[in-house]
């Protein structure tokens, strides 16, 4: 009897066994032909790709049928899953490579839970290891693609460089912690639909994401409420466990170092990185993170940059002609798809290097119609302009938008070469229980090229005329220096050419802060109240652009009382906890005349 009853559960066994192994290798989709425009592919778009645990993830291939050999293959791993995704493989067939589109584990056909930026460091990793054992693969793979796409690049990269691959092209990456969901230790309010966006279905819900009415009456709703900034999906009705699960990590914990390379896991890359991005690019700061990091930590990273004025989408595909009301030079009206395809060919075929890139960093230098070469970001320049934060008034007036700055007067203020007396300072109120009057809208303006500045409650400085012509080259640095009557304070500074003819170009997009994350974004640092500090800049985006004889620069400061982003009431406390009762006394900036601006420039 026990004899029996060991053989029946040794059968069992063995049954049990032979189904997990049938499970673990799930079979490949065979491939189906398509002919288009006299070419014939070989499709499989079905193709279930198992994890180590247990996870399944989605991922489709185009062969060129006409493909004998085992061949490159140009991967392309991403949370948006949309229906035409076979066109993007296709477009890597069309340049002679094996083109697979992989998505986010619970994406597409995946039966898992959508989970971003979690699993993508070692579910990359099992993607490319895949592809590497694959009859029509030469152990030879490159992954491009921007933003969201760009982080999992890196994330691949995280723990070891998996042998086959051999180059990556991340476009305006996405940081996670770094660069969203905040930046500078500062929150943005549009990640909050994005949750919806990605994790409602298996594609994307560009229903819901694209009522933008919707997305605004939320921030007006909580900005005119005094809500706490963590209660957004009560007062939407919807509830969005990844925003809240994101505000529990206000820092840059653990919970973020595990999504990406961090640190000394930059030493083990060794594989050539061509990142593209743009002066008006959100996603900027986290290419920059990349960049810095990578070349700190590996002196002989193989890193090349192409940056123009180019938006969040045009630095990953083509840029539009026509940029937020500027028209951009002849030469920065480049495909940067085909780029991306003729450095490809360069890594995985041997062909030569993309003319464009005589250098690590390759910068068009806007108003010039000429692109600039460099070593590295501090070579981009050989002189500084250093300016302090003056308190008299210049005489050169402006036309005023959002309300008026500068105590009242539509005139700036001056800068000096020498600081103040430390004791002297300009003096800034903020009364966050008045929602009527806002501070900088950031979020508002549209245009690069304008009429008028906005000021909005904050102050703003102007050089004298320049004699000569010079190019401004990377990203202003320096100081502020401050007291506040509270522990804590959000703060814009945003640079503008002032042109002889009075119009204002802005150099690029605002730069936006928390004062408790300026040392550090693993540790938040509170001020002293009414103690004076100096606070320096973070990562700020950077620039390239002619600055003509008679054009002045100007600096806007500003702290921050706005709908679309966090808002920091001073206290202390966890930000996304304070609300309007948090607020009863006025914020009070003192900005001292010691603090300054340093702007990287290049003679002609």
């Not at 302009?385 to 700055?405: E, H, I, M, P, W």
């Amino acid at each position: 009897m026990n004899k029996s009853f060991s053989i029946i559960t040794f059968g069992l066994a063995l049954l049990l066994l032979h189904l997990t192994s049938c499970k673990e290798q799930t079979p490949v989709q065979a491939p189906r032909t398509l002919t288009e425009n006299g070419k014939t592919y070989l499709v499989q778009d079905s193709i279930l790709i198992p994890t180590a645990d247990g996870a399944k993830i989605h991922a489709i291939v185009v062969r060129n049928s006409e493909l004998e050999e085992p061949s490159p293959t140009v991967l392309f791993h991403t949370i948006y899953a949309r229906k035409n995704d076979l066109d993007r493989a296709k477009k890597a067939a069309e340049h002679g490579y094996v083109g697979v589109v992989s998505y986010t584990r619970g994406k597409g056909l995946s039966p898992d839970s959508i989970v971003p930026y979690k699993y993508e460091a070692t579910d990359t990793y099992e993607v490319i290891d895949w592809i590497s054992k694959q009859e029509w693969s030469n152990q030879k793979v490159g992954m491009y693609g921007g933003s969201y796409v760009g982080f999992t690049q890196w994330a691949a990269v995280k723990n070891k460089v998996h042998p086959a691959l051999k180059t990556i092209v991340p476009s305006v990456s996405a940081a996670p912690g770094i660069a969203e969901p905040m930046e500078n230790g500062i929150h943005w309010n549009f990640h909050y639909s994005w949750h919806h966006y990605v994790s409602n279905n298996k594609y994307l819900d560009t229903t819901l994401y694209n009522n933008w009415q919707r997305w605004n009456n939320l921030n007006m709703k909580w900005f005119e409420t005094g809500a706490a900034y963590k209660a957004m999906d009560s007062l939407d009705g919807l509830p969005n466990p990844q925003f809240r699960e994101r505000l529990l990590h206000p820092t840059y914990d653990s919970y973020w170092q595990n999504m990406m390379p961090y640190k000394e896991e930059f030493t083990h890359i060794n594989i050539p990185v061509l990142a593209t991005t743009g002066y008006y690019d959100g996603g900027q700061v986290g290419t920059q993170y990349y960049l810095k990091e990578h070349t700190k930590y590996n002196t002989n990273a193989a890193h090349y940059l192409v940056i123009g004025p180019y938006t969040h989408f045009g630095a990953q595909e083509k840029p539009d002609n026509h940029v937020l009301g500027y028209d951009i030079d002849p030469v920065a009206q480049i495909d940067i798809t085909e780029l991306i395809f003729e450095w490809f060919d360069h890594i995985l075929k041997g062909k030569a290097k993309p003319a464009l890139l005589q250098d690590k960093i390759n910068y068009q230098i806007m108003g010039a119609n000429k692109w600039g070469h460099a070593p590295s970001l501090q070579e981009m320049a050989d002189d500084t302009l250093k300016f302090y934060l003056g308190n008299k008034r210049s005489g050169v007036t402006f036309a005023s938008l959002f309300g008026t700055g500068n105590n009242g007067k539509d005139e700036h203020f001056t800068f000096t070469e020498e600081p103040l007396d430390s004791n002297e300072y300009l003096e800034q109120v903020i009364d966050f229980t008045d929602r009527s009057n806002l501070t900088w809208n950031s979020s508002g303006w549209r245009s690069i090229v304008a009429d008028s500045l906005m000021v909005g409650g904050g102050f703003s400085f102007v050089t004298e005329p320049f004699e000569s012509d010079f190019e401004l080259n990377g990203s202003f640095g320096g100081e502020i220096s401050v007291s506040i009557n509270k522990k804590d304070f959000d703060y814009t500074v945003v640079l503008f050419e002032q042109t002889p003819d009075g119009k204002f170009f802005a150099l690029t997009l605002p730069y936006k802060a928390r004062a408790s994350f300026a040392h550090s974004l693993e540790e938040r640092q509170l001020l002293t109240p009414n103690k004076k500090t100096k606070i320096p800049f973070g990562i700020v985006r950077m620039t390239s652009k002619k600055i003509s004889k008679g054009s002045r620069l100007v600096v806007v400061i500003n702290g921050n009382k706005e709908p679309f982003t966090e808002l920091n009431y001073g206290t202390g406390k966890d930000i996304s906890e304070e609300t309007i009762q948090d607020a009863q006394e006025p914020l009070i900036i003192k900005w001292y005349g010691d603090g300054y601006v340093e702007i990287p420039i290049k003679r002609e």
